[in-house]
């Protein structure tokens, strides 16, 4: 379902050699339809990078992202061109990080109910499968109405990760998604997890926790030992 292949990007601080840095050259990975594979490492090492690099906040300054779509069958993410990743973002490709883009005086149902409209709902549908998942994500009613620039941290980032689950992605990109969430919220979005995986998503994710990383991700590529021992080809399996 996707394949990394020889993916490295450099930041260029300044023109000057000196100030590049090269959060990881050379990386290659491949991850099965309906496969979870958790992302380790310390901070620092690149991990979010990965993550924007897939998703293509990032341009990979080499390598390939080979993504099998329905839309356009098999496409490199790392080299297609904006409007087809634009198309793939609304339709196949979701991405949570630990922030909320707020968007003003949208309450917390419709920012979610919105990423259904482009799949041909009804405002009214999508408004009932929005509800389902604030329900699912423990957002208290009261709050459906809101607007999350109010929101608390947790609040915000169960918004987001509504936004994601709801469209149910092929690829799922997970960027500490449960970092400031309480336990009993943390255990809804891993059950949410693995019926999506059950349903066939396939999932990249950094989770700041090693024992939640496990309990969903079948697989754990651990960066630091990958760095350390060079192996470039293959993930390290757990
Ligand atoms: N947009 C950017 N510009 C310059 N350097 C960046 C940028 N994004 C990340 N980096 C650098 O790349 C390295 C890896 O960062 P990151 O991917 O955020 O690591 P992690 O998620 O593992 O903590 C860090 O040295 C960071 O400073
Ligand atoms: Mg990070």
Redesign the pocket.
């Known amino acids: 379902m996707l394949h990394v292949e020889a993916l490295s990007k450099t930041?260029e601080?300044s023109v000057t050699e000196q100030m590049r840095?090269h959060?990881f050259r050379d990386l290659s990975f491949s991850i099965p339809e309906g496969g979870f594979m958790g992302l380790a490492?310390p901070?620092?090492?690149?991990?979010?990078?990965i993550l924007k690099c897939i998703y293509r906040t990032y341009l990979p300054t080499s390598g390939r992202v080979r993504f099998r779509s329905s839309m356009y069958g098999e496409i490199d993410l790392a080299s297609a061109d904006e409007r087809r990743v634009a198309h793939l973002r609304k339709y196949e490709l979701s991405y949570v990080s630990q922030f909320l883009k707020v968007i003003p005086r949208v309450s917390a149902l419709d920012i979610v109910a919105e990423r259904l409209l482009p799949l041909g709902y009804s405002l009214e549908a999508a408004r009932d499968d929005a509800a389902g998942m604030l329900a699912r994500l423990r957002i208290p009613e009261t709050l459906w109405s809101a607007y999350p620039a109010t929101f608390s941290g947790g609040e915000q980032q169960r918004i987001n990760l509504a936004r994601a689950f709801i469209v149910r992605p092929r690829l799922l990109i997970l960027d500490e998604p449960t970092a400031s969430l309480d336990r009993e919220t943390t255990e809804s979005v891993l059950a949410l997890l693995q019926e999506m995986k059950r349903q066939g998503t396939t999932m990249i994710g950094?989770f700041h926790d090693w024992e939640i990383m496990k309990r969903v991700a079948d697989r754990i590529f651990d960066l630091g030992e990958w760095k350390r021992s060079g192996v470039s080809s293959s993930a390290q399996l757990i």
């Open positions: 930041f601080l840095v959060p490492g901070s620092g090492i690149g991990k979010s990078s950094v």
